[in-house]
């Protein structure tokens, strides 16, 4: 089992800052994917960003330029730093950890005031 904890939502104004985190913890394979997912009111879930244990990385274009994501392998650790936050940004966002197993946190909400 793997278990995620998100942290780091919260409201903001647009074009302001946060950044979320979320610790992995259990039996971790050093061979994994982990990202970002965001589920806005009445939308289907959608890829943010991920980060491979290659070190690749994928963003969805809405967020090229303004979210970065990142990874601390010592601490299992995967981040994702937003910038320039807009209205379209509110949801909830997910983390989600996969190798040949998936798992997923409980999410945090992220609300942009305009």
């Known amino acids: 089992q793997v278990q995620l904890v998100e942290s780091g939502g919260g409201l903001v104004q647009a074009g302001g800052s946060l950044r979320l985190a979320c610790v992995a913890s259990?039996?971790?394979?050093?061979?994994?994917?982990m990202g970002w997912y965001r589920q806005a009111p009445g939308k289907q879930r959608e890829l943010v960003a991920q980060?491979?244990?290659?070190?690749?990385?994928n963003y969805t274009d809405s967020v090229k330029g303004r979210f970065t994501i990142s990874r601390d392998n010592a601490k299992n650790t995967v981040y994702l730093q937003m910038n320039n936050l807009k209205d379209e940004d509110t949801a909830v966002y997910y983390c989600?950890?996969?190798?040949?197993?998936?798992?997923w946190g409980q999410g945090t909400q992220v609300t942009v005031s305009s």
């Open positions: 980060i491979i244990w290659t070190g690749n990385i």
């Open positions: 259990g039996r971790i394979s050093n061979i994994n994917v």
């Open positions: 989600r950890y996969h190798d040949i197993r998936d798992y």
